[in-house]
Nanobody, 123 residues
Framework: EVQLVESGGGLVQAGGSLRLSCAASGFSFDDYAIGWFRQAPGKEREGVSCISASDGSSVYADSVKGRFTISRDNAKNTVYLQMNSLKPEDTAVYVC????????????????WGQGTRVTVSS
């Protein structure tokens, strides 16, 4: 019954903000790194950000550094992705995934994957 459920996507104008949530259940959440990925039509899935299980350290794709912030609330089994200064190129389905480490997770080798939430940024 492992489950990752994303929410918070929607339609925003360029320069706007969204906060995505990834709610996890069915596994030991605080032992897993959680990453965010995105896939746009016709493009490969790419890693956006990951937050570690052990100390909360995080990594970001160069394309989102300074604009996106990942955080986790272990008491709520939830990871967030705050997205600011959104650009049309951020338009994609955003998916969260879990793995014990950010290293294999960001290689798209995570153990568990959600179904995604759609983000559309208009110009």
């Amino acid at each position: 019954e492992v489950q990752l459920v994303e929410s918070g996507g929607g339609l925003v104008q360029a320069g706007g903000s969204l906060r995505l949530s990834c709610a996890a259940s069915g596994f030991s959440f605080d032992d897993y790194a959680i990453g965010w990925f995105r896939q746009a039509p016709g493009k490969e899935r790419e890693g956006v950000s990951c937050i570690s299980a052990s100390d909360g350290s995080s990594v970001y794709a160069d394309s989102v550094k300074g604009r996106f912030t990942i955080s986790r609330d272990n008491a709520k089994n939830t990871v967030y992705l705050q997205m600011n200064s959104l650009k049309p190129e951020d338009t994609a389905v955003y998916v969260c995934a879990a793995d014990p480490s950010c290293v294999p997770l960001m290689a798209i080798l995570g153990d568990y994957w959600g179904q995604g939430t759609r983000v559309t940024v208009s110009s």
